[in-house]
């Protein structure tokens, strides 16, 4: 909402918004002099095969631990990466964090990876992601690099071929928080994808609103007749995970099985049985 100064000018700017656009200044600034081998981190969070009643794989989220700032969610810090350039140095970091985690993990269990959009849509980011599989020596069909269609945007046809080299090499593909975006049917009908996420925010009204219960009976009904995995996002309660149970959904991921943990957490927490204990199997 502009005000109007004291010259009878428009000013754009609340002073909200210059607070928020001066915090936008703060994350760039310390990015760009950020330590990221030190200051970067993933968190894992288990996705589960609903059917088979165990974990598959973890998806790999960032964590900024900025001396200045202090914890920075991905949320905020990724869209100012990909603004400013540091997205690619950030990738990379993260990316070799992630497979090297996988190489201790159980050889069943996979990992999720979600790229930005100069992972996508520059051919210099997909070719730096095939270079960190290839040179990993990890299995790539353990590997599944999540995109959106947020990230498609810029290039869909370097999308496209990105996209196609990681399939080519072994790696699945999945299509994150769906639903969310504009043209979520064209990508799914165009790419060779693995996996649709459904976006958690229907997930989290599942039992109140008819509309987002529909919404996600019919993705998991359109994943089912094109051979794609559907995994449900955000399942934080029981009866959430009933619903989604009914549908006949494949895989869920959410609060309720378990928070995203640090790296150390990883092999306890899959000693524990973790399906057990929440009524999966
Ligand atoms: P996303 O890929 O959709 O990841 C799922 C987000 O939902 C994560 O937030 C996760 O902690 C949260 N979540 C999972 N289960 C639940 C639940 O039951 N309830 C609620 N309320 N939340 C749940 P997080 O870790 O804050 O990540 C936010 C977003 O940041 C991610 O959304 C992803 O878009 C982006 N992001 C995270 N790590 C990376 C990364 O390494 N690279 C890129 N490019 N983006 C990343
Ligand atoms: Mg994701
Ligand atoms: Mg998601
Ligand atoms: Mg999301």
Not at 68 to 90: H, K, M, N, W
Not at 230 to 251: D, K, L, R, S, Y
Request: aromatic content about 6%.
């Amino acid at each position: 909402h502009g005000k109007r100064s004291q010259r009878g000018s428009v000013v754009l700017f609340s002073r909200e918004h210059e607070d928020q656009i001066r915090a936008l200044g703060t994350i760039e600034q310390a990015l760009r002099t950020a330590d990221l081998e030190r200051e970067l981190s993933l968190s894992f969070q288990p996705i589960l095969d609903v059917r088979a009643g165990r974990v598959v794989c973890f998806e790999a989220l960032a964590r900024w631990n900025s001396p200045t700032l202090g914890l920075v969610p991905p949320d905020r810090f990724i869209p100012i990466a990909e603004r400013s350039g540091s997205i690619g140095d950030i990738t990379r970091v993260l990316l070799a964090q992630a497979l090297a985690c996988l190489k201790t993990w159980p050889r069943d269990i996979g990992i999720s990876f979600n790229l930005s959009a100069y992972d996508i849509c520059a051919a210099e980011g997909a070719m730096r992601l095939i270079a960190a599989v290839n040179a990993s020596g990890v299995d790539p069909r353990r590997v599944d690099f999540e995109i959106t269609e947020t990230a498609m945007a810029f290039d869909f046809n370097q999308a496209r071929r990105t996209v196609g080299a990681l399939k080519a090499l072994g790696c699945k593909i999945s299509l994150d928080d769906f639903g969310t975006g504009y043209s979520s049917l064209s990508y799914v009908h165009t790419l060779p994808l693995d996996r649709v996420k459904v976006d958690r925010s229907f997930v989290a009204n599942i039992e109140n609103d008819e509309v987002s219960h529909k919404i996600v009976r019919t993705i998991v009904g359109l994943c089912d007749d094109m051979n794609l995995e559907c995994i449900v996002e955000g399942v934080e309660t029981p009866n959430q995970f009933a619903i989604v149970q009914g549908m006949h959904c494949e895989m869920a991921q959410g609060y309720l099985f378990s928070k995203p943990m640090p790296a150390a957490e990883v092999s306890a927490y899959l000693a524990r049985r973790p399906e057990r204990q929440a009524g999966v199997a």
